[in-house]
Nanobody, 119 residues
């Protein structure tokens, strides 16, 4: 089993920045990728960004590209999300996701952290 603990959410004004962290613990030896999804009120959960654990390749949703940056610290099994130039439409609960196994078939989720951007 893998446990994911997120931190760093909060309230920020439009144009501001926040940094989220997600620490993984447990059986993390075969981590495939870690990333972030978000869910706004009344909407489906959507992909934000992900990073491949071994090579560090990153992927971003078009809506956040150029504003958000994902990074990882393999020694700490931790992934970070630096969010700059935040917009009110970025308001959502942000969920950390970890995929384990050779093709990332095993999915794990954090409990979520609220990000609120005021206009």
């Amino acid at each position: 089993q893998v446990q994911l603990v997120e931190s760093g959410g909060g309230l920020v004004q439009a144009g501001g920045s926040l940094r989220l962290s997600c620490a993984a613990s447990g059986r993390t030896f075969n981590m495939y990728s870690m990333g972030w999804f978000r869910q706004a009120p009344g909407k489906e959960r959507e992909f934000v960004t992900t990073i491949k654990w071994s090579g560090g390749v990153t992927y971003y949703a078009a809506s956040v590209k150029g504003r958000f940056t994902i990074s990882r610290d393999k020694s700490k099994s931790t992934v970070y999300l630096q969010m700059n130039s935040l917009k009110p439409e970025d308001t959502a609960v942000y969920y950390c996701n970890a995929k384990l196994g050779s093709v990332g078939a095993a999915d794990y989720w954090g409990q979520g952290t609220q990000v609120t951007v005021s206009s």
